[in-house]
């Protein structure tokens, strides 16, 4: 099938409409994890007052190739607060995201971008500081580092006017990274693999949020691009 003009293959496919369908599913931080309506809602445990502490990634235990698309369904409930997704994430040594021999994460900002990963991440419906509220965009950082590679536009409008769900694409093939909202083309990003480091190959992806947003998610789907 084609996918962003790309011949590609569905290789992994979660509805996550029930908490059966993230058995294996890695948490780190802390997170009330609930499925109204069918869909995953994500919310803090922690209350916002302690800082990087009240933040969370929830990782889908699959390692994916390097060439992929990866698609989601995402709805904003509540803001401020932001969400991301961390792909193509290994360890610095190429060991696998849960190998023992990494540090523990436990959601904090710092420990994924200058720990012991290597990860692209995407920050998109960035509302938590005012300057994000007043500009809406989207970012691509790559990280061992904390290195701004790309940033366009953010479509999704703010909680009240955010009736339905929104179809989130990534896709990452050779040295491109690409960004889509409902198939509108946000940013795309050619990596030269020197400026920011070496090209990342494949890995794991995750959900991050901070508090105090909550965000609904569904029709998790990846494929391989030929």
Not at 69 to 87: C, K, S
Not at 90 to 118: C, K, M, V, W
Not at 137 to 145: D, H, P, Q, V, W
Not at 203 to 226: N, T
Request: charged share 25%; hydrophobic share 35%.
């Amino acid at each position: 099938m084609k996918k962003y003009g790309l011949d590609a293959e569905l290789i992994y496919e979660n509805v996550l409409s029930c908490e059966r369908d993230i058995e294996g599913f890695v948490l780190e931080g802390s997170a009330d994890i609930s499925f109204p309506d069918g869909k995953m809602r994500l919310e803090n445990a922690m209350p916002q007052s302690e800082g990087q502490r009240a933040n969370y990634v929830l990782w889908c235990p699959e390692t994916f190739p390097s060439d992929v698309v990866i698609e989601w369904n995402f709805r904003p409930l509540r803001e401020p607060g932001l969400a991301m997704m961390f792909f193509a994430a290994s360890g610095r040594g190429g060991e696998d995201l849960f190998s023992p021999a990494l540090s523990p994460r436990t959601g904090e900002y710092p420990q994924y971008h200058h720990g012991d990963i290597n990860a692209f991440h995407i920050s998109y419906f960035r509302r938590k500081e005012p300057d994000e509220r007043a500009f809406h965009t989207c970012n691509l950082r790559k990280s061992y580092g904390f290195y701004l590679t790309a940033q366009g536009g953010d479509p999704i409008p703010n909680v009240e006017d955010a009736k339905e769900p929104y179809k989130i694409g990534v896709v990452k093939h050779g040295a491109r990274v690409e960004f889509y909202v409902n198939e509108l083309l946000i940013f795309t990003f050619d990596d030269d693999g020197k400026t920011y480091g070496a090209l990342l190959g494949g890995g794991k992806i995750g959900f991050r949020q901070l508090a105090p947003m909550i965000g609904e998610y569904s029709e998790l789907s990846v494929y391989s691009v030929k």
